[in-house]
């Protein structure tokens, strides 16, 4: 396990090696440990997208679980970007990312981020937040220029809310947060429920 910058003992894994999760779960306040999850990130024939990214939280902490070096709850989070019901996951390549941010391109699509925290195989509780996000139309230039960037390689849809495709997302209905992977208010939520803060 990973110890995070925190003074405070850990009182929560967290089931990811996302900057960005790290960084919105110090927001909270919260002293956590990080270990890997590890999983094929693969929907079912027939899963919802809703379904989908439930099952992706829900397994994420559940396989860490048994690798913890303290019996911490874990936190696990899913995030995908859904348009016309199909999900679009981290693009494989450049021209995946390109062919992602065209289609995305002068559309309103949403971004489902699923929050599930493990205290036992018994003990599980879940959330998820659903947010509308809309592009204004994007040439191609700029999406050729953004994805030299490097930045839509490891995110759902092909770009970060919190980096440069900021300046084309002309309205946000829901969450920042949930789009940039960890939605606060939601995980704050469970954390609580869990009895993980008080």
Known sequence: MTQVNCKEPPVLVL???????????????????????GIDEIAHPGESARDFVLRMAREKALAVMDRRDEPL??????????LDDVILGKPADRDEAINM?????GRTHEVYSAVAVVVTEQEIYQALNITRVTFERL????IESYCDTGDPMDKAGAYGVQGKAAEKISTIEGSFYGVMGLPLYETAQLLHRAKVIF
Do not use: K
């Open 15 to 37: 089931a990811s090696a996302s900057p960005r999760r790290h960084q919105l779960l110090h927001q909270l306040g919260v002293p956590f440990v990080t270990l890997v999850a």
């Open 73 to 82: 709850p874990v936190l696990g989070s899913d995030t995908a970007v859904i």
């Open 101 to 105: 941010l065209e289609q995305l391109s």
């Open 139 to 142: 040439e191609r230039e700029w």
